[in-house]
């Protein structure tokens, strides 16, 4: 053979290795790519072993924003790549439109797929709330979790889990359909009962704790004690009257409360504010000592007389023989509820948290009026009695027998 035919010989052998050698380009393969410039929002890569080109915008470069593409590239970087479709329908020199972020994004759906075989947790970022639930950031993938399923309660604002890190169960997977359902429930759940636990062990009824106003409702205010919520129902919450717990406690607000009952079967806690607080009835032989003279409010009257309020939590029975120096038929003839009268005091029982109170005693008596009982009152005859807050059976009738 002629050196002029071995020399075209081989020159068409290099040729069909050089065609050889190119690979057809599909869509969904994974190529390789060398950068061979930077354009203002996309990078042009030669494809290895094919002899075109591909392009990669800006946004499939990463799943984190990007400021400027020469911060994370330059001419000369390889790069593994995904073909996603074609630009053009010149396919023997025409473009791919490529993606590095969804390459990396079929690695973690596998990841997260293997965790939900596994029936392993995820770490995610909330990203943003929208109407239903949580979107959140697992490495790049989107996932969404329902509102019914961030918390073992409902939760009425969601904005305040934006930007945070959460453990998270895997509900639902398809990679194929980008979606990826997940939950925090049973987690919180979990944890809850572990802190439940805890509290119970190292808890005692009588003692006495700080925690946080967690929830206000009607009935009373919840109270964190770390991870696990005591009751303090309204009529725990102080010794004056209040009609709603939103009066005097706000959510966040550190108190002090006592343990009253633990039910570690329903997990339940009963607590107490005012019980850490000075009671109503306490020194009270020194804020009212006998013959001192109090403004009150009448709460209630009953047939035998009138119960007045002189300090918060703090009442007193004016007896009727003690609300006028006229013959009266029942307390409701001269006294109504929510009416404001000066008393006096007759007796105290701090024992008893009993008050003996009289409206006559400072009024000026009538001429030609009868004492309706006995000038020297032993404080007996004003105990509180057992029942309407109150009085013994001589309290109730006084001493008009005497007459």
Known sequence: MSDANLNETQSSEAMAAALNSVHEVKIGDVVQGEVLAIEDRQVIVGIQGTGVEGVVPQK??????????????????????????TIGNDKENGSYLLSKRRLEARKIWAEIEAKFTNQETVTATVSSVVKGGLVVDVEGVRGFVPA???SDRFVRNLDGYKGQEMTLQIIEIEPSENRLILSRKALVEQERKAQLQAVFEKL?????????????????????LGGVDGL?????????????????????????????ALDQEK?????SIKDTQPGPWDEIAEKAPVGSVLEGVVKRLTTFGAFV?????????????QISHQHIATP????EEGQTVQVKVLNVDPDQQRLG??????????????????????????????????FSIGDLIGKSLDK
């Open 357 to 390: 109170l009289s409206i006559k005693a400072l009024q000026e008596k009538p001429a030609g009026a009868k004492d309706s009982e006995p000038k020297d009152v032993a404080p007996s005859d004003y105990q509180m009695p057992e029942e309407e807050s109150g």
């Open 332 to 335: 409701n003839d001269v006294l």
């Open 204 to 224: 005692l009824p009588g003692d006495i704790i700080e925690g946080e106003v967690a929830r206000l409702t009607n009935f009373g205010a919840f109270i964190d």
């Open 267 to 271: 997990g339940r806690i009963s607590l």
């Open 148 to 150: 019914s399923m961030i």
């Open 309 to 321: 309020e002189v300090f918060p939590g703090v009442e007193g029975l004016v007896h009727i023989s």
């Open 60 to 85: 499939e470069l990463s799943s984190q924003p990007i400021d400027q593409l020469s911060d994370i590239v330059k001419v000369g970087d390889e790069m593994a790549l995904v073909v996603i479709s």
């Open 232 to 260: 303090v129902h309204v009529s725990e919450i102080s010794y004056d009257h209040i009609k709603q717990p939103a009066d005097v406690l706000t959510v966040g607000e550190t108190v002090k409360v006592k343990v009253l």
